[in-house]
């Protein structure tokens, strides 16, 4: 895979765009899959306008950030003119910054503890707006990863609908960078399905065709669009 995808000095965005969609379109004809049933989130976290409105303008409308208070700054002035653009919050959420993220976003994949829980449902009732929400899994158990421990997953989503009355429409997980990815996705597609949860956000850009073989409804997809940080 890397060494198709483009990289930052040799590539233009819409073009490395326009690599990755045929990439995504091999992958779900090789699993059977329709590829209307994938969605691509273009990680724009750290690029700025000038990177992304070449993206936006090439057909992209899907864009991930990591920290919330950068999509802040940068992204009601691009928003205003591209309408349109959905964004996804696939970092880390600090409940103190929910406010903001249920204002600003449309999905959110990183719910995976009970005060952001907490923090969420008050602005969604104040707010009335209702972001797609997902559970991030911790499917390696690593100390430094956010997420909710696999063993603990099927509770926390209870917890999240009966005692949050949050809406959960998926999973999102980032299996460990030393580790084959294949089972972190299966894993992740087991918990989902015996929860009821069609959504797996799954997938980034070293390893997004595998994560399409294991069910991925939403890949994060970085570097292979906008080159490396």
Same mark, same amino acid.
């Given at each position: 895979?890397?060494?198709?995808?483009?990289?930052?000095?040799?590539?233009?965005?819409?073009?490395?765009?326009?690599?990755?969609?045929?990439?995504?379109?091999?992958?779900?004809?090789?699993?059977?899959?329709?590829?209307?049933?994938?969605?691509?989130?273009?990680?724009?976290?750290?690029?700025?306008?000038?990177?992304?409105?070449?993206?936006?303008?090439?057909?992209?409308?899907?864009?991930?950030? #990591?920290?919330?208070?950068?999509?802040?700054?940068?992204?009601?002035?691009?928003?205003?003119?591209?309408?349109?653009?959905?964004?996804?919050?696939?970092?880390?959420?600090?409940? #103190?910054?929910?406010?903001?993220?249920?204002?600003?976003?449309?999905?959110?994949?990183?719910?995976?503890?009970?005060?952001?829980?907490?923090?969420?449902?008050?602005?969604?009732?104040?707010?009335?707006?209702?972001?797609?929400?997902?559970?991030?899994?911790?499917?390696?158990?690593?100390?430094?990863?956010?997420?909710?421990?696999?063993?603990?997953?099927?509770?926390?989503?209870?917890?999240?609908?009966?005692?949050?009355?949050?809406?959960?429409?998926?999973?999102?997980?980032?299996?460990?960078? #030393?580790?084959?990815?294949?089972?972190?996705?299966?894993?992740?597609?087991?918990?989902?399905?015996?929860?009821?949860?069609? #959504?797996?956000?799954?997938?980034?850009?070293?390893?997004?065709?595998?994560?399409?073989?294991?069910?991925?409804?939403?890949?994060?997809?970085?570097?292979?669009?906008?080159?490396?940080?």
């Amino acid at each position: 895979m890397t060494s198709e995808h483009p990289s930052a000095e040799t590539s233009h965005s819409p073009s490395a765009l326009a690599e990755v969609e045929a990439e995504i379109a091999r992958a779900c004809a090789e699993a059977g899959r329709d590829r209307a049933s994938v969605t691509l989130i273009a990680v724009s976290k750290t690029f700025g306008a000038d990177n992304i409105v070449p993206v936006i303008e090439a057909g992209q409308r899907v864009f991930g950030e #990591n920290r919330v208070q950068e999509a802040k700054a940068k992204w009601p002035a691009m928003s205003a003119t591209h309408p349109d653009v959905v964004l996804h919050l696939i970092g880390p959420l600090q409940s #103190n910054k929910a406010k903001d993220a249920v204002a600003l976003f449309h999905a959110i994949h990183s719910v995976d503890r009970p005060s952001v829980c907490q923090a969420l449902a008050k602005e969604i009732q104040s707010q009335g707006k209702h972001p797609e929400l997902f559970v991030q899994i911790n499917t390696g158990e690593e100390a430094q990863k956010a997420g909710v421990a696999p063993a603990q997953a099927d509770a926390f989503i209870a917890s999240c609908r009966k005692d949050y009355g949050l809406t959960i429409s998926g999973l999102m997980c980032i299996p460990p960078v #030393n580790e084959a990815p294949a089972p972190h996705f299966a894993l992740t597609g087991k918990i989902a399905a015996r929860n009821g949860l069609r #959504n797996l956000s799954m997938g980034m850009s070293a390893d997004f065709t595998v994560a399409i073989k294991f069910g991925a409804t939403h890949v994060r997809v970085g570097s292979a669009i906008f080159g490396h940080r």
